[in-house]
């Protein structure tokens, strides 16, 4: 995945690919020539269980997995 910061509105915009006319969704800035980051598509996500386990809340837990 590749990444541009707009100069002008200064957020991120995201694309599978490098190449190409490249608009900035937030302000419709042409982001074409600007440098190309590369960001990793991997992230660590702690399980649900793991996350709500650890906390002393005598709430109930409510998985989205079930």
Avoid: H
């Amino acid at each position: 995945m590749f990444k541009k910061v707009c100069p002008r509105c200064a957020k991120s915009s995201y694309s599978s690919y490098s190449g190409g006319e490249w608009i900035c969704p937030s302000c419709s800035n042409d982001l074409t020539f600007q440098r190309v980051l590369k960001v990793s598509g991997q992230r660590k996500i702690a399980p649900v269980k793991e996350k709500y386990a650890q906390s002393d809340s005598d709430q109930p837990v409510i998985s989205l997995y079930a």
